[in-house]
């Protein structure tokens, strides 16, 4: 089993519509849970960023993370063509573990 | 100007040549990484740097060297470029008390013939 496993896609939804993306992972060591954005050609972009389990809202954006069912979300409502990009999943234990390990990433078109 | 910076953004090479790859950073951190991106694979860690005397191999290091000139500057090389090296490299920076969240550069697309 992979350490993190996401969905690689690719979902093409309408505009205004509400996107789900989802993560899972094997290790329980992981505390913080980011999320990042990548339109084509550039770098990821770091967009949420969570400590725990909980929820998380930045505007059209929320971010869950269920550490009992080892399951991460992010939530876009009222999706927008500009969020057309792939969505990687990240986590990492914290303290003196350096290492983010990333989800695949999922490509999301937002269709006008 | 970005914060972190790459060069070149884009390289064709050929087997055998020896190419490097720069990144340079305004951010003031102190972590750097390099990362290589291909489909289906994802991100991967090639080699990442705590400080300027604080080198480290990541998952996929065989191939490549490292070295870190600055604070701001850290550089990837491939000795002897193959074509399975062909993809998309990334340079990343991290704040100390903050080794979760990193920043990435624009990317170096590398096409190995």
């Known amino acids: 089993q992979k350490e993190v496993e996401q969905d690689p896609g690719p979902l093409s939804v309408p505009e205004g519509a509400i996107v789900s993306l989802n993560c899972t992972y094997s290790?329980?060591?992981?505390?913080?849970f980011m999320w990042y954005r990548q339109y084509s050609r550039k770098g990821p972009e770091l967009l949420m960023y969570?400590?725990?389990?909980g929820n998380k809202e930045d505007g059209r954006f929320t971010a869950q993370v269920d550490k009992s069912s080892k399951y991460i979300s992010l939530f876009i409502r009222d999706s927008q063509p500009s969020d057309s990009a792939t969505y990687l999943c990240?986590?990492?234990?914290?303290?003196?573990?350096?290492?983010?390990?990333f989800g695949k990433g999922t490509l999301l078109t937002v269709n006008p | 100007d970005a914060d972190v910076t790459q060069t070149p953004r884009n390289r064709i090479t050929k087997t055998g040549k020896r190419i490097m790859l720069e990144c340079s950073q305004t951010?003031?951190?102190?972590?750097m990484y390099w990362y290589r991106q291909d489909p289906g694979l994802g991100l991967r860690l090639i080699y990442y740097?705590?400080?300027?005397?604080?080198?480290n191999k990541g998952e996929i290091s065989d191939g490549y060297s490292v070295s870190r000139q600055a604070q701001a500057k850290f550089s990837l090389s491939l000795e002897s470029a193959i074509p399975n090296q062909t993809a998309l490299y990334f340079c990343?920076?991290?704040?100390?008390?903050?080794?979760?969240?990193?920043?990435f550069g624009p990317g170096t697309r590398l096409t190995v013939l």
């Open positions: 951010k003031g951190h102190d972590r």
């Open positions: 969570t400590y725990s389990s």
């Open positions: 990343a920076t991290s704040d100390r008390g903050r080794i979760d969240t990193q920043y």
């Open positions: 290790n329980s060591a992981f505390q913080y």
């Open positions: 990240a986590m990492s234990g914290g303290g003196s573990n350096y290492k983010l390990t």
């Open positions: 740097s705590f400080d300027v005397k604080d080198i």
